[in-house]
């Protein structure tokens, strides 16, 4: 969740940090958002910043904020100090690898995150539980989030050293596995080696770092973050070429197609979930193609409340729609919006034609 408490932006930020005047009060929304490029910190109690509430977020967002970067750090936990401008995060003491692919799903259903931070596997080799699954189970994670937010900026970090020796060498064998795995994941998943940014001297218990060691982290993660710049720039419109779940931002629920791949089908949103149905393709000439169809104003009409639906492809007006950055999806046809009937947020609400009007109804974000 995001959005309940505004903040300004960096400059804002700055400011208040220089005076001492920005504090955390315990009675605070469990939320916050400056309406920047959404960041999901994702892994167990290192993220979460055990010794030090807030962990390597505290330096990585004052790095954003001198770097004027308006970012929104998403999640369900919030935890930190008033030096943290956003206190969001999806770290979870003592959670393993099963644990985080358990509750992926809804997590990104609430977060829509352009950019997700991965740093998970230390309770599995630490504690020495089920150690020779831990990359197939990291492997399936990955892919979990692929299907989800395929157009995600994802950074998967090897996971940061361990005192006891033999913990320490189980992390290294873990760690050696993650180059190849992230390979096989495509363009936008990336690879941050967070165990050569530590030593043991780093760490507070044997484990979790110190804030030396949680500082180093952030300028690891910041390095990895500047090297992909499309990671903190928000995606505004479809890419051309490449799927993406369009979700509709009042709702969080996904543009879907219901009823197969039969002409007709009607266009509606539901639960994201990233399968075949939830996946549009936008094409050069506008078209936004699913099910190997495209989608489709019933019978080239104008009119309110005409139907969207799913269409053989044959390229005329009804099937061309033109991708703005504020998330409205124009008709070239009739010059109106894909809208959601009443600006319903239920499961199984109808998609239509309608008038432009600048409403929610008519906004779609990019996963």
Same mark, same amino acid.
């Given at each position: 969740m995001h959005g309940l408490l505004r903040r300004a932006g960096a400059a804002a930020l700055g400011l208040a940090l220089a005076?001492?005047?920005?504090?955390?009060?315990?009675?605070a929304a469990l939320a916050e958002s400056n309406g920047g490029v959404r960041v999901m910190?994702?892994?167990?109690?290192i993220t979460d910043g055990f010794n030090v509430p807030g962990g390597y977020r505290i330096n990585l967002w004052q790095r954003m904020a001198a770097d004027r970067l308006t970012v929104d750090f998403v999640g369900s936990g919030f935890n930190g100090p008033a030096a943290l401008g956003d206190h969001d995060h999806e770290g979870h003491s003592g959670w393993k690898i099963r644990d985080l692919d358990a509750n992926i799903t809804g997590w990104l259903q609430r977060s829509a995150p352009r950019t997700v931070l991965l740093h998970i596997g230390t309770n599995d080799i630490n504690g020495?539980?089920? /150690? !020779?699954?831990?990359?197939? %189970?990291?492997s399936a994670l990955i892919d979990k989030i692929r299907v989800l937010a395929p157009n995600v900026e994802l950074f998967v970090a090897t996971i940061t050293p361990i005192s006891d020796a033999a913990a320490e060498q189980r992390a290294r064998t873990f760690n050696a596995t993650i180059p190849g795995i992230v390979a096989q994941k495509g363009s936008r998943t990336h690879l941050v080696d967070l165990h050569a940014a530590l030593t043991t001297a780093d760490l507070a218990d044997g484990l979790h770092p110190n804030a030396g060691g949680y500082d180093k982290m952030a300028a690891r993660w910041y390095s990895a973050l500047q090297s992909v710049p499309g990671s903190l720039t928000a995606v505004t419109v479809?890419? /051309? !070429?490449?799927?993406?779940? %369009?979700?509709?931002?009042?709702s969080t629920r996904c543009l879907d197609i219901s009823g197969g791949t039969t002409d007709g089908s009607q266009a509606l949103i539901r639960d994201c979930h990233g399968g075949a149905n939830q996946r549009f393709t936008r094409t050069a000439a506008g078209e936004l193609k699913v099910l190997d169809r495209c989608l489709d104003v019933n019978g080239s009409g104008t009119a309110n409340g005409t139907k969207v639906q799913l269409w053989t492809c044959n390229g005329t007006g009804a099937q061309r729609f033109t991708a703005n950055p504020d998330g409205s999806l124009v008709n070239?046809?009739?010059?109106k919006c894909i809208d959601v009937s009443g600006n319903g947020t239920a499961n199984g609400t109808l998609v239509q034609l309608y008038e432009c009007n600048g409403t929610g109804a008519q906004r779609w974000t990019v996963r």
């Open positions: 005076t001492g005047l920005l504090t955390v009060s315990p009675t910190p994702l892994g167990d109690s020495n539980d089920d /150690v !020779g699954n831990a990359p197939a %189970l990291l479809p890419p /051309v !070429g490449s799927p993406a779940l %369009l979700s509709h931002g009042p070239t046809n009739s010059l």
